[in-house]
Protein backbone atom coordinates (compact mmCIF):
# COMPACT_ATOMS: atom_id res chain seq x y z
CA UNK A 1 0.00 0.00 0.00
CA UNK A 2 1.94 3.36 -0.98
CA UNK A 3 -0.85 5.53 -0.54
CA UNK A 4 -0.20 8.65 -2.31
CA UNK A 5 2.94 8.46 -5.12
CA UNK A 6 3.96 11.48 -7.32
CA UNK A 7 6.36 11.25 -10.67
CA UNK A 8 8.69 13.02 -10.93
CA UNK A 9 10.46 13.94 -7.45
CA UNK A 10 12.37 16.60 -9.23
CA UNK A 11 12.50 18.72 -12.78
CA UNK A 12 14.07 21.37 -14.13
CA UNK A 13 12.30 23.23 -16.99
CA UNK A 14 13.13 26.42 -19.18
CA UNK A 15 10.53 28.71 -19.83
CA UNK A 16 7.88 27.86 -22.42
CA UNK A 17 8.82 24.21 -21.76
CA UNK A 18 5.43 22.34 -20.98
CA UNK A 19 5.60 19.32 -18.60
CA UNK A 20 2.85 16.68 -16.92
CA UNK A 21 3.15 16.14 -13.57
CA UNK A 22 1.71 12.73 -12.20
CA UNK A 23 -0.14 11.71 -9.48
CA UNK A 24 -1.48 8.44 -8.46
CA UNK A 25 -3.50 7.00 -5.10
CA UNK A 26 -3.77 3.18 -4.10
CA UNK A 27 -6.57 3.88 -1.47
CA UNK A 28 -9.69 4.09 -3.57
CA UNK A 29 -10.35 7.54 -2.51
CA UNK A 30 -12.92 9.77 -4.90
CA UNK A 31 -11.44 13.01 -4.16
CA UNK A 32 -7.92 14.39 -5.11
CA UNK A 33 -5.83 17.71 -5.10
CA UNK A 34 -3.07 19.21 -6.39
CA UNK A 35 -1.24 22.38 -4.64
CA UNK A 36 1.48 24.34 -4.43
CA UNK A 37 3.75 25.08 -1.61
CA UNK A 38 5.57 28.54 -1.65
CA UNK A 39 8.00 29.62 1.21
CA UNK A 40 5.98 31.73 3.90
CA UNK A 41 2.32 31.10 1.76
CA UNK A 42 1.37 28.07 3.03
CA UNK A 43 -0.30 25.65 0.68
CA UNK A 44 -2.44 26.83 -1.93
CA UNK A 45 -5.13 24.79 -3.87
CA UNK A 46 -4.30 25.04 -7.60
CA UNK A 47 -7.39 22.03 -8.94
CA UNK A 48 -9.41 19.43 -7.26
CA UNK A 49 -11.43 16.56 -7.97
CA UNK A 50 -14.38 15.79 -6.15
CA UNK A 51 -14.54 12.97 -8.05
CA UNK A 52 -14.34 10.54 -10.97
CA UNK A 53 -15.16 12.90 -13.93
CA UNK A 54 -15.23 16.34 -12.11
CA UNK A 55 -13.19 19.09 -11.99
CA UNK A 56 -13.01 22.31 -10.48
CA UNK A 57 -10.29 25.24 -9.82
CA UNK A 58 -9.29 26.36 -6.43
CA UNK A 59 -6.91 29.24 -5.45
CA UNK A 60 -4.57 29.53 -7.87
CA UNK A 61 -5.73 27.86 -11.35
CA UNK A 62 -3.84 30.20 -14.03
CA UNK A 63 -1.19 28.46 -15.93
CA UNK A 64 -2.54 25.06 -15.13
CA UNK A 65 -4.94 22.23 -16.44
CA UNK A 66 -5.60 18.58 -14.51
CA UNK A 67 -7.20 15.55 -16.23
CA UNK A 68 -8.83 13.57 -13.80
CA UNK A 69 -7.65 10.19 -16.04
CA UNK A 70 -9.19 7.16 -13.73
CA UNK A 71 -10.21 6.53 -10.09
CA UNK A 72 -6.69 6.19 -9.33
CA UNK A 73 -4.64 8.83 -10.85
CA UNK A 74 -4.61 12.90 -11.55
CA UNK A 75 -2.07 14.53 -13.49
CA UNK A 76 -1.11 18.71 -13.52
CA UNK A 77 -0.30 19.95 -16.54
CA UNK A 78 1.93 23.33 -17.71
CA UNK A 79 1.56 24.11 -20.42
CA UNK A 80 3.98 27.10 -20.84
CA UNK A 81 6.19 27.13 -17.80
CA UNK A 82 6.67 30.57 -16.28
CA UNK A 83 9.37 31.42 -13.36
CA UNK A 84 7.06 32.11 -11.31
CA UNK A 85 5.50 28.17 -11.65
CA UNK A 86 8.98 27.30 -9.70
CA UNK A 87 7.19 26.13 -6.49
CA UNK A 88 6.75 22.51 -4.80
CA UNK A 89 3.92 20.67 -5.85
CA UNK A 90 1.80 18.26 -3.55
CA UNK A 91 -0.94 15.55 -4.82
CA UNK A 92 -3.79 14.75 -2.05
CA UNK A 93 -6.45 12.74 -2.40
CA UNK A 94 -9.26 11.39 0.97
CA UNK A 95 -12.46 9.57 0.88
CA UNK A 96 -14.72 12.50 0.21
CA UNK A 97 -14.64 15.84 -0.21
CA UNK A 98 -15.93 17.45 2.95
CA UNK A 99 -14.13 16.89 6.28
CA UNK A 100 -12.26 14.01 5.50
CA UNK A 101 -8.35 14.01 5.94
CA UNK A 102 -6.39 14.57 2.89
CA UNK A 103 -3.46 12.00 2.34
CA UNK A 104 -0.26 13.85 0.58
CA UNK A 105 2.52 12.56 -1.62
CA UNK A 106 6.17 13.54 -1.19
CA UNK A 107 6.16 16.26 -3.49
CA UNK A 108 7.48 17.80 -6.51
CA UNK A 109 10.38 20.14 -6.75
CA UNK A 110 10.06 21.98 -10.16
CA UNK A 111 12.25 24.85 -10.67
CA UNK A 112 11.72 27.03 -14.07
CA UNK A 113 14.53 28.51 -15.52
CA UNK B 1 -14.43 33.66 1.95
CA UNK B 2 -12.13 31.53 4.45
CA UNK B 3 -8.84 32.54 6.07
CA UNK B 4 -6.42 31.64 8.39
CA UNK B 5 -3.52 33.32 10.07
CA UNK B 6 -0.72 31.72 12.07
CA UNK B 7 0.21 34.59 14.47
CA UNK B 8 4.00 33.07 14.50
CA UNK B 9 6.16 32.54 11.72
CA UNK B 10 8.81 30.20 13.61
CA UNK B 11 8.39 29.19 17.63
CA UNK B 12 12.10 27.91 19.22
CA UNK B 13 11.46 25.90 22.72
CA UNK B 14 13.86 23.68 24.76
CA UNK B 15 13.35 19.99 25.04
CA UNK B 16 10.76 18.89 27.50
CA UNK B 17 9.31 22.30 27.25
CA UNK B 18 5.39 23.15 26.68
CA UNK B 19 4.07 24.42 23.25
CA UNK B 20 1.66 26.28 21.73
CA UNK B 21 1.02 27.28 18.18
CA UNK B 22 -1.65 29.13 17.60
CA UNK B 23 -3.94 29.66 14.58
CA UNK B 24 -7.19 32.13 13.89
CA UNK B 25 -9.24 31.68 10.67
CA UNK B 26 -12.22 34.00 9.46
CA UNK B 27 -15.65 32.16 7.92
CA UNK B 28 -19.00 33.58 7.71
CA UNK B 29 -20.00 29.74 8.04
CA UNK B 30 -19.60 26.81 9.87
CA UNK B 31 -16.32 25.22 9.52
CA UNK B 32 -14.11 22.13 9.90
CA UNK B 33 -10.68 22.48 11.47
CA UNK B 34 -7.42 20.84 10.97
CA UNK B 35 -3.72 21.05 11.65
CA UNK B 36 -1.09 19.10 9.52
CA UNK B 37 2.44 18.46 10.17
CA UNK B 38 5.42 18.06 7.77
CA UNK B 39 8.66 16.57 8.46
CA UNK B 40 11.59 18.26 6.07
CA UNK B 41 11.49 17.22 3.01
CA UNK B 42 8.57 15.16 3.39
CA UNK B 43 4.79 15.54 2.51
CA UNK B 44 2.00 16.84 4.77
CA UNK B 45 -0.02 14.45 7.20
CA UNK B 46 -2.99 14.78 9.73
CA UNK B 47 -1.92 15.55 13.39
CA UNK B 48 -5.36 16.29 14.08
CA UNK B 49 -9.02 17.55 13.44
CA UNK B 50 -12.27 19.36 14.80
CA UNK B 51 -15.68 18.71 13.21
CA UNK B 52 -18.17 18.90 15.49
CA UNK B 53 -18.63 17.82 19.15
CA UNK B 54 -16.35 18.15 22.19
CA UNK B 55 -14.25 21.39 21.29
CA UNK B 56 -11.18 19.96 22.99
CA UNK B 57 -9.70 17.54 20.00
CA UNK B 58 -6.57 15.27 21.04
CA UNK B 59 -4.27 13.94 17.79
CA UNK B 60 -1.09 11.70 17.69
CA UNK B 61 2.25 12.14 19.03
CA UNK B 62 0.61 14.17 21.95
CA UNK B 63 -0.59 17.53 20.66
CA UNK B 64 -4.21 18.40 21.22
CA UNK B 65 -5.87 21.60 20.03
CA UNK B 66 -8.98 23.59 21.12
CA UNK B 67 -11.66 24.64 18.80
CA UNK B 68 -12.93 28.40 20.55
CA UNK B 69 -15.61 29.85 18.48
CA UNK B 70 -16.43 33.22 20.33
CA UNK B 71 -12.36 34.13 19.24
CA UNK B 72 -11.95 32.11 16.09
CA UNK B 73 -9.60 30.40 17.04
CA UNK B 74 -7.94 26.78 16.75
CA UNK B 75 -4.26 26.63 18.70
CA UNK B 76 -2.16 23.35 18.87
CA UNK B 77 -0.46 22.09 22.30
CA UNK B 78 1.93 19.93 23.87
CA UNK B 79 2.77 19.89 26.96
CA UNK B 80 6.08 18.31 26.42
CA UNK B 81 7.99 18.45 23.18
CA UNK B 82 10.82 16.71 21.74
CA UNK B 83 13.59 17.02 18.95
CA UNK B 84 11.60 15.15 16.81
CA UNK B 85 9.07 17.36 17.02
CA UNK B 86 11.08 20.00 15.12
CA UNK B 87 8.65 20.30 12.17
CA UNK B 88 6.60 22.99 9.85
CA UNK B 89 3.02 22.76 11.30
CA UNK B 90 0.13 24.51 9.52
CA UNK B 91 -3.49 24.98 10.25
CA UNK B 92 -6.51 24.42 7.82
CA UNK B 93 -10.11 25.79 7.39
CA UNK B 94 -12.38 23.90 5.06
CA UNK B 95 -16.19 24.47 4.74
CA UNK B 96 -18.88 22.61 2.99
CA UNK B 97 -17.03 22.34 -0.31
CA UNK B 98 -14.59 20.51 1.85
CA UNK B 99 -11.68 23.08 -0.08
CA UNK B 100 -8.56 23.31 2.13
CA UNK B 101 -7.68 26.70 3.16
CA UNK B 102 -3.99 26.71 4.58
CA UNK B 103 -2.11 28.99 7.00
CA UNK B 104 1.23 30.30 6.21
CA UNK B 105 2.77 27.35 8.56
CA UNK B 106 4.66 27.63 11.97
CA UNK B 107 8.24 26.30 12.24
CA UNK B 108 8.78 24.50 15.38
CA UNK B 109 11.98 24.49 16.20
CA UNK B 110 12.93 22.36 19.25
CA UNK B 111 16.69 22.47 20.98
CA UNK B 112 18.26 20.02 23.45
Known amino acids: NAGVTQTPKFQVLKTGQSMTLQCAQD?????MYWYRQDPGMGLRLIYY???????DKGEVPNGYNVSRLNKREFSLRLESAAPSQTSVYFC????????????FGPGTRLLVL | AQSVTQLDSQVPVFEEAPVELRCNYS??????LFWYVQYPNQGLQLLLK??????LVKGINGFEAEFNKSQTSFHLRKPSVHISDTAEYFC??????????FGQGTTLQVKP
Open chain 1, 92 to 103: ASSESPVGETQY
Open chain 1, 27 to 31: MNHNS
Open chain 1, 49 to 55: SASEGTT
Open chain 2, 27 to 32: SSVSVY
Open chain 2, 50 to 55: YLSGST
Open chain 2, 92 to 101: AVSDHTGKLI
